[in-house]
């Protein structure tokens, strides 16, 4: 027996559904008995097939959603095949009355997943807003000709007033793909990512600033090697360091006081200034350094 899938229209597959004809109840519980005792995949087969129709009808339950309808008719059909995996026929009812079930659930739990890449249905009140919200909001609009406030809309449904409040904000806010095109009539349209700002520098800034960078360390090592001993120490364990030495550290590992320390540091300062080719303010800046580290 052929099988049918949504990946064609959703026309052709309507119609190659409805050629499967509805089973008896009689025709029905004797290939539910071959296929729970005996495991015969044929009349599993039969069972699904001539209740895809069904399957569609729920499906159309969930077209508000903004989700394709092939998609949702696909995941009530493995609620369907799981059904039938699970159906008793002992228990004296229909299989649709069973399998209905096991189809809400599947087309449901694909609809929450699908709608947001944020959890929106993590707990069972949720998952029950989720779907009887916009239901109930209506429900009250049509009795009062008006919109209804969260208090009556979690009266009628038994939860919060806070609940309500909380998914009425979920399902007001959508995932909205950068990719996507602004205007959807126009497949030309410039994307939402076009607009994205971009604080990061460009490349040709990016490219300046290291080639500056490389410029400015050649200087310095030029420069540092016009310093004596003690004043390459100091700059480089006091003003480079990450965690700078204190004057009367310096001092004590060369036997001379804070203060010596302190003038032979702003001289050693001023010598990079003078050596490295900065200009206007930066000069000033590096000079300025001399009483920075005062401690």
Do not use: C
């Not at 800034?205 to 100091?234: C, F, G, P, Q, R």
Request: hydrophobic share 40%.
């Amino acid at each position: 027996m052929h099988f049918p899938t949504t990946t064609g229209t959703l026309e052709s597959y309507i119609v190659e559904i409805n050629r499967f004809p509805l089973l008896t109840p009689d025709e029905e519980f004797a290939l539910a008995v071959k296929f729970k005792q005996h495991g015969d995949m044929e009349a599993a087969e039969k069972l699904v097939v001539s209740n895809l129709r069904f399957v569609v009808k729920v499906a159309y339950e969930y077209n508000t959603y903004g989700m394709k309808l092939a998609d949702i008719i696909q995941e009530g059909n493995i609620g369907l095949m799981h059904a039938v995996k699970k159906f008793d026929p002992d228990k004296g009812y229909r299989l649709i009355s069973y399998a209905v079930w096991w189809i809400r659930a599947y087309i449901q739990n694909f609809i929450i997943k699908t709608w947001s890449l944020v959890k929106i249905g993590t707990t069972q009140t949720q998952r029950k807003l989720f779907f009887k919200l916009n239901q109930a909001r209506q429900q009250l609009e049509r009795l009062a000709q008006r919109n209804p406030e969260f208090v009556e809309i979690a009266s009628l449904l038994g939860v919060k007033a806070t609940d309500i409040a909380e998914m009425s904000n979920r399902l007001s806010q959508r995932d909205v793909s950068l990719d996507a095109n602004i205007n959807d009539s126009d497949d030309s349209s410039s994307k939402h990512i076009d607009f994205l700002a971009v604080e990061d520098d460009n490349q040709e800034t990016v490219l300046i600033k290291k080639e500056e960078l490389s410029l400015v360390k050649n200087y310095i090592a030029d420069a540092m090697e016009k310093l004596n001993e003690k004043e390459k120490y100091i700059i480089i364990n006091r003003v480079m360091a990450d965690e700078p030495e204190t004057l009367q550290e310096i001092g004590n590992r060369y036997g001379i006081t804070r203060e010596r320390a302190r003038q032979i540091e702003s001289q050693a300062l001023k010598k990079l200034a003078l050596a490295i080719p900065f200009v206007g303010e930066e000069r000033k800046l590096l000079t300025a350094d001399a009483g920075k580290f005062s401690s």
